[in-house]
């Protein structure tokens, strides 16, 4: 048997061992585990040719490029070339060189599944947040978003606009695109998509953002005596409001940082000439109606007066600052705005202005989360030509009528397989499926049964991160609001994070509802549904085999672990769980298939 190896597009020399290869299907791993494929450890010998192709790893003084990364490699087997793989360069001795190969995953998913980035980083947005913000069943330009869907937030939010609104929820598929485009890859969710898309997070907590840490005043007009501004509110932050009760509107500002760390952006279109050098007056005054300082604004060619960068005047050691602004000439047609920013920000969001997703989403990593869809699924993830596909064991149940006849290519040991096991996995007799506990809810805990007294009764199989839905009987409840005790002030209450489910209703004069629900999350449900029925019908009695085939490097290159292979000998149909293969013969373990 002929086996090469390139690195960088250049065949290496190879010793004399032949390379074991592990294929493995991630298809009955564990969920919570994405595998790829690996070689055992392959050691190249002491060439010339190796020590410059990796170029000279053990030189002390020489710091190589390929010691730390991965790098690219190919492998044929008489000819014919069975994967792409990512070597890594272990390490060396006087034997040789020791690298390892993986593959079967694509790289950019490999890349997202080593990266600690949270889903915090994603949803880079932020939603008005304030009186006039209204519900939406989650629609934008045709599907489903994040938004403002109804929830009973703990408090009638209906009858009290005017202090606070429910906060939006994160659609979690808008959300997994998000990642998959930061990543560069498809995700491709199959029929599971839709139900994906129904799936939201319901922001509990109204945390900053510095990219919203801007206070923002629209000019919609001007005194008719004064050219006092009017302004109309576009986003608001702590400790800057605009001063109403005239006819004009000035703008105070409560000190809490460091004043020379304030940046102003003011944008005023005027009727004013090209060139006017005092088209427009800003004026800061302090307690007292003591004038600090006055700062005058020149128009450009269409008479718009700007100014962009620090407040340009020394407010240092003092509090409460009104700024004033005048115009010398009429208002111009062009959007005209005020915008103050304070960068060291660090207090809850204002109501009255934006509210930051991103910020406010779980602090989940990107691969935990994903994981987590997986589970509630009953989903796995297997490599697809531009990313990776997620799908369940149904997809192998269904494929019976493709499957693949090994019967000729069994090395046969007797009438009996080489190896018979009846565990699968590490499960336990009862599996859960957990939440977060809710002491105000029923447990919405579920679990898988595997037919083996031999095994511990019982384990913890996951735990999502998300609170129990459900309070107080509520399906419909995310309760992160409460009355202060004097029943006047609205405050903030931690319920924990949760994930719920959109469903939409229709009354008897045909109008839309649209609210978030618990009730079809509650693993209860779903151990008998979607892929994980499957993947329990699977595990509840499983007869697990291992033995020798004469698998050709054509069988090799073509695996596709969706289908399975029948044995005739054994007279059933198998799901491939892993290929120990080495020269001419590989060890496969197989999970025989319920009829």
Same mark, same amino acid.
């Given at each position: 048997m002929k086996e090469e190896l390139y690195i960088k597009g250049e065949s290496v020399d190879l010793?004399?061992?032949?390379?074991?290869?592990?294929?493995?299907?991630?298809?009955?791993?564990?969920?919570?585990?994405?595998?790829?494929?690996?070689?055992?450890?392959?050691?190249?010998?002491?060439?010339?040719?190796?020590?410059?192709?990796?170029?000279?790893?053990?030189?002390?003084?020489?710091?190589?490029?390929?010691?730390?990364?991965?790098?690219?490699?190919?492998?044929?087997?008489?000819?014919?070339?069975?994967?792409?793989?990512?070597?890594?360069?272990?390490?060396?001795?006087?034997?040789?060189?020791?690298?390892?190969?993986?593959w079967g995953m694509s790289e950019k998913f490999i890349q997202l599944m080593n990266d600690d980035r949270s889903i915090q980083e994603f949803a880079d947005m932020a939603l008005p947040w304030n009186s006039s913000t209204t519900y939406d069943n989650g629609l934008v330009d045709g599907q489903l978003s994040h938004g403002y869907i109804r929830h009973n937030a703990g408090i009638d939010v209906d009858s009290n606009r005017d202090k606070i609104f429910i906060h939006p929820s994160v659609n979690c598929m808008r959300l997994l695109e998000e990642i998959a485009s930061y990543y560069g890859l498809t995700m491709d969710w199959g029929s599971y998509k839709q139900y994906i898309e129904l799936l939201y997070l319901p922001l509990i907590s109204q945390k900053a953002n510095p990219k919203y840490n801007w206070f923002e005043a629209e000019i919609t007009g001007i005194h008719e005596d004064f050219h006092l501004v009017n302004l109309r509110q576009v986003n608001a932050i702590q400790n800057i409001r605009i001063i109403?009760?005239?006819?004009?509107?000035?703008?105070?500002?409560?000190?809490?940082?460091?004043?020379?760390?304030?940046?102003?952006d003011l944008c005023i279109s005027t009727t004013a000439p090209a060139g006017a050098q005092k088209a427009v007056e800003v004026m800061f005054v302090r307690s007292s109606h003591i004038i600090m300082g006055t700062y005058y604004l020149e128009a450009d060619e269409l008479g718009v007066c700007r100014y962009k960068g620090r407040i340009p005047i020394d407010l240092e050691g003092y509090n409460d600052i009104e700024m004033r602004i005048t115009l010398i000439y009429n208002l111009g047609t062009i959007k005209s705005y005020v915008k103050i920013t304070d960068p +060291?920000?660090?207090? !809850?969001?204002?109501?009255?202005?934006?509210?930051?997703? %991103?910020? #406010?989403?779980?602090?989940?990593? =990107?691969?935990?989360?994903?994981?987590?869809?997986?589970?509630?699924?009953?989903?796995?993830?297997?490599?697809?030509d531009t990313g990776v596909s997620f799908i369940s064991v149904n997809k192998i149940i269904d494929n019976r009528d493709k499957a693949v006849d090994w019967s000729k290519k069994l090395v046969p040991?007797?009438?009996?397989?080489?190896?018979?096991?009846?565990?699968?996995?590490?499960?336990?007799?009862?599996?859960?499926?957990?939440?977060?506990?809710?002491?105000?809810?029923?447990?919405?805990?579920?679990?898988?049964?595997?037919?083996?007294?031999?095994? +511990?009764?019982?384990? !913890?199989?996951?735990?999502?991160?998300?609170?129990?839905? %459900?309070? #107080?009987?509520?399906?419909?409840? =995310?309760?992160?609001?409460?009355?202060?005790?004097?029943?006047?002030?609205?405050?903030?209450?931690?319920?924990?994070?949760?994930?719920?489910?959109?469903?939409i209703s229709f009354d008897s004069q045909g109008k839309e509802d649209a609210r978030l629900d618990f009730s079809d999350l509650k693993f209860q449900n779903r151990v008998s549904r979607f892929g994980l029925s499957s993947y329990q019908d699977l595990i509840k009695l499983p007869f697990v085999i291992k033995d020798t085939f004469r698998l050709t490097e054509i069988d090799l290159k073509n695996i596709d672990y969706t289908i399975p292979v029948y044995i005739e000998r054994y007279a059933a149909f198998f799901a491939i769980i892993s290929i120990k293969s080495q020269g001419d013969y590989s060890e496969c373990e197989l999970l025989k298939l319920l009829s």
């Open positions: 010793g004399d061992s032949e390379i074991t290869l592990n294929f493995k299907s991630n298809l009955l791993g564990d969920i919570s585990k994405i595998t790829a494929s690996n070689s055992y450890t392959i050691t190249l010998p002491r060439t010339n040719k190796n020590i410059r192709l990796l170029d000279f790893p053990d030189v002390a003084g020489h710091e190589s490029y390929m010691m730390r990364d991965y790098f690219n490699a190919e492998y044929y087997r008489n000819g014919v070339k069975l994967f792409d793989a990512k070597a890594v360069l272990i390490s060396c001795s006087e034997d040789g060189f020791n690298v390892a190969l993986t109403t009760g005239h006819d004009w509107n000035d703008i105070i500002i409560h000190n809490t940082s460091n004043w020379k760390d304030w940046e102003l +060291d920000i660090t207090e !809850d969001v204002a109501y009255g202005g934006v509210y930051p997703i %991103g910020s #406010n989403l779980p602090d989940i990593s =990107v691969v935990d989360f994903i994981k987590q869809i997986c589970w509630l699924f009953g989903l796995f993830a297997i490599k697809s040991t007797g009438w009996t397989a080489k190896e018979t096991s009846y565990t699968f996995g590490d499960f336990a007799q009862k599996n859960y499926f957990r939440y977060e506990e809710n002491e105000n809810a029923k447990s919405a805990d579920g679990y898988m049964v595997v037919q083996n007294k031999t095994l +511990d009764y019982e384990k !913890d199989l996951l735990k999502l991160p998300y609170t129990a839905g %459900g309070d #107080n009987g509520d399906m419909r409840a =995310v309760p992160y609001f409460k009355w202060s005790d004097d029943g006047t002030i609205v405050e903030l209450e931690d319920c924990g994070d949760r994930i719920m489910q959109l469903v």
